[in-house]
Structure formats: structure tokens, C-alpha cells
């Protein structure tokens, strides 16, 4: 029996990893911005409301310019919080299951330890702050919804933390990179395989069931960004000596959206509920680089 699933986005990293890794048993219907803007609810209402055969909604849209939210506010709102609110409202109504991504930056980084999803939550930026209201409002207005938060994204496409160390390898003598910020570094391709996977399993579950609800779910292992920046370096040019780098703190590099350091979230739920716990993050980041390798050799 094959799930469809309407999926918002279909550009991002998330979005064209669940497009590449969809199979027989998924039938994925992406609906870009210029099919539907998120910031128009009304659009996002008629969009779920007449699609044809529709057994789960996944939302991969997301305003993640960080810093930029600072001075951006209503628009970080608009896609983070408010079209969610219009997906979930319009899941409930036609009586569909939700899932959306959130991130490990609801948090302030205070707690010593690891983050479990009952956590207080105490984000330090707009955009932070933009995520948690669209998780509110997601759990709210849909009693059918998983919202998973994730962290440190990393994939073949897009822009994200291993793109921009390549690049900047290329043309920077010295690469200064934070060490005092940590989380559990994480795939997306390994997030698209989780929900493609549990698509139909998620379709037909009641609310109540204890899979709805917050849900972490990272690769296994932590790191610092210095640490997976070395990473990077072993694995994508291992014949290479690794480029000149320096360890800093966060605070030698001031940005507009002050960033917490301790992102690291635990997987409780995802091991004792989903019976799963995602592979190591150097073992998918070594895959993912292989991935990136082979698309430059087809381009």
C-alpha cells in the first residue's frame, strides 16, 4: 500500500533528501514556493484541503537565517509560526497527520547535560523564539502531529556547516572555528530515511498515541563545530594535510542572534518509543560526503 505525503518545500536540504530517498511505498507531492507561499494561510488551508489522496502532511519549509531574523522578525514568524499554525489547523479540520521539523535552538544552551524533549525550553533569538511558537501552535491545533527538532544539518545539498568549510578551505590560510558550542551533528538524508519509513506507520496511528508529540531526533554522538570541521577534512580529502585551523570561542566571532552553547539534544524518546537510535554522525557524514563527491564528478 503506497502513503502519499504532501509535502511542503521542495528545495531545501530536508525536502530534496525525502525526494531522492522516496520509494515505491512513498509518494511524495512537493509543493515549492511558487506553488503555495507558507505565508499566505489562507493558500496553505486550500492547499491541504484540496489535495486528492493525502494520507500525511510534512512540513520542510523553514526561515532559517538566523542572524537575519533579527531584523526580520514578522517574516521569521510568518514561515516559522504561522503557516504551521495554518497546516495544522487545516490537518485537523480534514483529519490528516502532521510532521514538523523544529530545531535545538528553543533552548538556551544553560543545562549541563543533554536536552530531553520535556525540557524547559528559553530561546535567545527570534528565530529561536519564531520556531517554538510554530511548535505551540503545530501540537495545538493538531492532535495527530509529531514535531521533531533537529540539529547541525548537514547534506550534499544546500548551504550548511560541511558546504561552507570546503569552501572556505579553498580560500581561507586560516580557519577560525568556534569550539565551545556543542550538539549532536545530524544528516538529513538519515532524518528523511526516519520519516519515510515510519510514513505509513505514523498515517494510521489515533491521537494519543505516544508518538505524537516533541520528538529529538539527531545522529548518535556530540561534537564541537571545531571537531566536526576536522571531521570534514579527514573524510572529504584524506590524501590532503588538513587546512590550518585554530579553535575560538563563540565570542570571538559577535553576531546579531546570540547562540547557545550546549545544543545537544537526547534521543529517550526516539529509542524508547520509535524502538531507533540513528547511526554515528562521522559515519553519516562520511556517506554524505561520498554523496557530494559523486554529484560533482556527474555535474
Given at each position: 500500500?503506497?502513503?502519499?505525503?504532501?509535502?511542503?518545500?521542495?528545495?531545501?536540504?530536508?525536502?530534496?533528501?525525502?525526494?531522492?530517498?522516496?520509494?515505491?511505498?512513498?509518494?511524495?507531492?512537493?509543493?515549492?514556493?511558487?506553488?503555495?507561499?507558507?505565508?499566505?494561510?489562507?493558500?496553505?488551508?486550500?492547499?491541504?484541503?484540496?489535495?486528492?489522496?493525502?494520507?500525511?502532511?510534512?512540513?520542510?519549509?523553514?526561515?532559517?537565517a538566523v542572524d537575519k531574523a533579527e531584523s526580520e522578525p514578522d517574516l521569521a514568524y510568518a514561515v516559522n509560526a504561522r503557516g504551521p499554525e495554518a497546516m495544522a489547523k487545516?490537518?485537523?479540520?480534514?483529519?490528516?497527520?502532521?510532521?514538523?521539523?523544529?530545531?535545538?535552538?528553543?533552548?538556551?544552551?544553560?543545562?549541563?547535560?543533554?536536552?530531553?524533549?520535556?525540557?524547559?525550553?528559553?530561546?535567545?533569538?527570534?528565530?529561536?523564539?519564531?520556531?517554538?511558537?510554530?511548535?505551540?501552535?503545530?501540537?495545538?491545533?493538531?492532535?495527530?502531529?509529531?514535531?521533531?527538532?533537529?540539529?547541525?544539518?548537514?547534506?550534499?545539498?544546500?548551504?550548511?556547516?560541511?558546504?561552507?568549510?570546503?569552501?572556505?578551505?579553498?580560500?581561507?590560510?586560516?580557519?577560525?572555528?568556534?569550539?565551545?558550542?556543542?550538539?549532536?551533528?545530524?544528516?538529513?538524508?538519515?532524518?528523511?530515511?526516519?520519516?519515510?519509513?515510519?510514513?505509513?506507520?505514523?498515517?494510521?496511528?489515533?491521537?494519543?498515541?505516544?508518538?505524537?508529540?516533541?520528538?529529538?531526533?539527531?545522529?548518535?554522538?556530540?561534537?564541537?563545530?571545531?571537531?566536526?570541521?576536522?571531521?570534514?577534512?579527514?573524510?572529504?580529502?584524506?590524501?590532503?594535510?588538513?587546512?590550518?585551523?585554530?579553535?575560538?570561542?563563540?565570542?570571538?566571532?559577535?553576531?546579531?542572534?546570540?547562540?547557545?552553547?550546549?545544543?545537544?539534544?537526547?534521543?529517550?524518546?526516539?529509542?524508547?518509543?520509535?524502538?531507533?537510535?540513528?547511526?554515528?554522525?562521522?559515519?553519516?557524514?562520511?556517506?554524505?560526503?561520498?554523496?557530494?563527491?559523486?554529484?560533482?564528478?556527474?555535474?
Amino acid at each position: 500500500m503506497t502513503t502519499t505525503i504532501l509535502q511542503f518545500g521542495a528545495t531545501g536540504q530536508l525536502a530534496r533528501e525525502m525526494l531522492l530517498r522516496s520509494s515505491g511505498g512513498v509518494t511524495i507531492k512537493a509543493l515549492s514556493r511558487a506553488d503555495v507561499d507558507v505565508t499566505d494561510t489562507d493558500a496553505v488551508a486550500r492547499a491541504i484541503g484540496e489535495a486528492l489522496d493525502v494520507d500525511l502532511v510534512f512540513n520542510a519549509t523553514a526561515y532559517a537565517a538566523v542572524d537575519k531574523a533579527e531584523s526580520e522578525p514578522d517574516l521569521a514568524y510568518a514561515v516559522n509560526a504561522r503557516g504551521p499554525e495554518a497546516m495544522a489547523k487545516a490537518c485537523q479540520a480534514r483529519g490528516v497527520p502532521m510532521i514538523h521539523i523544529s530545531t535545538d535552538m528553543v533552548f538556551d544552551g544553560e543545562k549541563s547535560g543533554p536536552y530531553v524533549e520535556t525540557d524547559a525550553t528559553n530561546p535567545l533569538h527570534v528565530y529561536g523564539a519564531s520556531k517554538l511558537a510554530g511548535e505551540q501552535a503545530v501540537l495545538e491545533h493538531c492532535d495527530r502531529a509529531l514535531v521533531a527538532r533537529v540539529s547541525w544539518l548537514f547534506s550534499a545539498f544546500g548551504q550548511n556547516f560541511l558546504q561552507m568549510m570546503l569552501k572556505l578551505a579553498d580560500t581561507q590560510p586560516l580557519l577560525k572555528i568556534v569550539d565551545d558550542q556543542r550538539a549532536r551533528p545530524t544528516a538529513s538524508g538519515d532524518v528523511a530515511g526516519f520519516m519515510l519509513s515510519q510514513a505509513q506507520r505514523l498515517s494510521r496511528l489515533p491521537a494519543g498515541a505516544p508518538e505524537w508529540g516533541l520528538l529529538h531526533l539527531v545522529n548518535a554522538g556530540v561534537a564541537t563545530r571545531f571537531q566536526m570541521a576536522q571531521a570534514i577534512f579527514e573524510l572529504a580529502r584524506p590524501d590532503q594535510p588538513l587546512p590550518t585551523m585554530a579553535p575560538v570561542p563563540t565570542s570571538a566571532f559577535p553576531t546579531p542572534a546570540r547562540r547557545a552553547l550546549n545544543c545537544e539534544l537526547d534521543t529517550v524518546k526516539l529509542k524508547g518509543v520509535f524502538g531507533l537510535t540513528l547511526r554515528p554522525w562521522r559515519e553519516a557524514l562520511e556517506d554524505t560526503i561520498e554523496d557530494l563527491n559523486a554529484a560533482a564528478v556527474n555535474a
